[in-house]
């Protein structure tokens, strides 16, 4: 399970430090993608097969699932990291994530998005000023 917060910054040639525990989560190589919200999420080669299977599952008929399919699929890169640690964000993802300087990486059950910390400031804001609808639906999840 991938879970905690981290601050750390982007260097001049695009590469993150991946936490040991993160590393350790996703293995030797793990995927990275345009995410949702902003962000880049990062699966495991195992995490990943199963998105991948879910989403050539979609009907190719349906333009919500043709979107939904390319905007995983076009960024997607096999990443793996150097021996300090860190993984190079291609340009694109970094472009599409906003990625500059001070980035935070959260591990999410089973990925780990990558935030700039400015939109990740932003969105936490934004969810503490609903907090209590968001808690209202959590009975509508079955939790």
């Not at 001070?102 to 998005?113: A, I, Y």
């Amino acid at each position: 399970m991938l879970m905690g917060e981290y601050a750390h910054t982007i260097d001049a040639k695009g590469r993150i430090i991946l936490p040991a525990d993160f590393r350790a989560a996703l293995g030797e190589h793990f995927v990275i993608i345009k995410g949702l919200d902003q962000c880049l999420f990062i699966y495991g080669e195992n995490e990943w097969a199963i998105l991948e299977q879910k989403l050539r599952q979609l009907p190719l008929t349906k333009p919500e699932a043709r979107r939904l399919v390319r905007h995983f699929f076009s960024g997607a890169r096999v990443l793996e990291c150097d021996r300090q640690g860190r993984f190079l964000v291609p340009g694109n993802l970094r472009s599409f994530a906003k990625l500059e300087k001070d980035v935070v990486l959260t591990g999410v059950s089973n990925r780990v998005e990558v935030w700039s910390k400015a939109e990740w400031d932003r969105y936490i804001a934004m969810e503490d000023e609903s907090t209590e609808e968001f808690a209202a639906t959590l009975s509508d999840l079955g939790i």
